[in-house]
């Protein structure tokens, strides 16, 4: 299939990029790596008047330690990101994560704050978001704002961006001695959506777990100890109900939440440096 007309501008600044943001309204999009922005205009699921690329923007493509997060640039691909030390170092989370994403190809066109601004709920990126209390820089011709993972989702494939702004960033919180982390994803085939995904953070007496692919966005449990780890994670999965569909049932979905609940927060709690 093929897109629907549009307008390409190949943005060299975050200025033009905004300036034609503004300018257009809920009739632009923004282009960076394309993985999904591309296949949604092939299927003409949007019909965009432009389509405004940041690709080329060198002051997006950047990793960036700032006091106790990491900040990523909105042109920094999946792929270069998880080569980058400051990813292995002081984001481990990620580093479980990002291999679980499609693959390879995709991986290396598809960006960190693409996925964010997309906002699947069985994405990866949008749980580690969540699960680690990170947030995202938006800007547009007024200003920019941070806003925080819980703030920033708010249904599927939809946030709290307005239509004049753009994702520029995402700051993680940079991993610390005594936390711990944990990834966990059950999929059909590698590199598919997942069916169910299980992130962890185990903060000294504090687990937070966030499961996706179930709900329309992740969802948080948080848990004191790991004394009542079944009983709380069986009342989580029957809380996100999930349902019956060609690839999963809500019964599948609700095991899935518990075990690979478990297994993930054991890892969380087995990786504590």
């Known amino acids: ?141 007024s200003g920019r704002r941070v806003i925080k993972a819980d703030d920033f989702q708010t249904g599927m494939l939809s946030t709290a961006k307005r239509e004049d702004e753009m994702l520029i960033a995402a700051r993680f919180p940079k991993a610390r001695p005594g936390i711990g982390y944990g990834f966990s994803e059950f999929a059909r085939r590698h590199g598919d959506f997942a069916i169910v995904a299980v992130a962890a953070v185990a903060d000294g007496s504090t687990i937070r777990v966030a499961v996706g692919g179930i709900a329309d966005r992740p969802a948080v449990l948080r848990l004191g100890d790991t004394d009542a780890m079944d009983e709380m994670l069986n009342r989580f999965a029957w809380e996100l109900g999930g349902t019956d569909d060609i690839h999963a049932t809500a019964k599948l979905r609700r095991n899935l939440v518990r075990t690979l609940g478990k297994k993930t927060i054991e890892d969380a709690l087995a990786c504590r440096g």
């Not at 093929?2 to 923004?30: H, I, W």
């Not at 990813?87 to 991986?107: E, F, S």
């Not at 290396?108 to 990126?125: F, K, M, V, Y």
Request: hydrophobic share 40%; charged share 20%; proline share 6%.
């Open 1 to 141: 299939m093929k897109p629907p007309t549009f307008d390409y501008v190949r943005a060299e600044s975050v200025q033009e990029a905004v300036q034609t943001l503004a300018a257009n309204g809920d009739e632009a999009r923004v282009l960076a790596g394309g993985q999904s922005l591309m296949a949604m205009l092939n299927m003409r699921l949007l019909h965009p008047s432009v389509i405004v690329d940041i690709g080329a923007i060198d002051a997006l493509n950047y990793v960036r330690i700032d006091g106790d997060e990491v900040e990523i640039g909105a042109a920094m691909t999946q792929a270069e990101l998880w080569k980058r030390p400051e990813c292995r170092q002081h984001l481990p989370l990620l580093t479980k994560a990002l291999p679980h994403i499609g693959h390879w190809q995709t991986r290396n066109r598809g960006t960190i704050c693409g996925s964010l601004a997309h906002a699947d709920p069985s994405s990866e990126l949008p749980l580690c978001l969540a699960v680690t209390e990170g947030s995202v820089v938006l800007e547009s011709q």
